[in-house]
């Protein structure tokens, strides 16, 4: 199973951008998907997640701001992320769980300049 991500980029606060994500592989059977991020210096975490039924979950930094979506049928999970600030800037990282295992995109870089 391959994850490729894609959107990031360079923005101003306030700004916005929509992130990608597609799985190729074996990709059947997706349990849930999610995005998160590292900033410099700082542990991996959580930004939002979606369960195959579609139950969503943020972390409380980005709620209201941040919204995720999916087409299972295309094995694509969505981040549209509005109003942005610095301290969004990180390395934002997708993953699906697929039979219970999870897999991870590359990375894309999200810079937010104030």
């Known amino acids: 199973v391959q994850l490729q991500a894609s959107g990031g980029g360079l923005v101003q606060a306030g700004g916005s951008l929509r992130l990608s994500c597609v799985a190729s592989?074996?990709?059947?059977?997706?349990?849930?998907m999610g995005w998160h991020r590292q900033a410099p210096g700082k542990q991996r975490e959580l930004v939002a997640s979606?369960?195959?039924?579609?139950?969503?979950n943020y972390a409380d930094s980005v709620k209201g701001r941040f919204t995720i979506s999916a087409e299972i049928y295309k094995r694509a999970v969505y981040l549209q992320m509005n109003s942005l600030k610095s301290e969004d800037t990180a390395v934002y990282y997708c993953?699906?769980?697929?039979?219970?295992?999870?897999?991870w995109g590359q990375g894309t870089q999200v810079t937010v300049s104030s």
């Open positions: 993953n699906q769980v697929i039979l219970g295992t999870p897999y």
């Open positions: 592989g074996r990709t059947f059977n997706i349990n849930g």
């Open positions: 979606i369960t195959r039924s579609g139950d969503t």
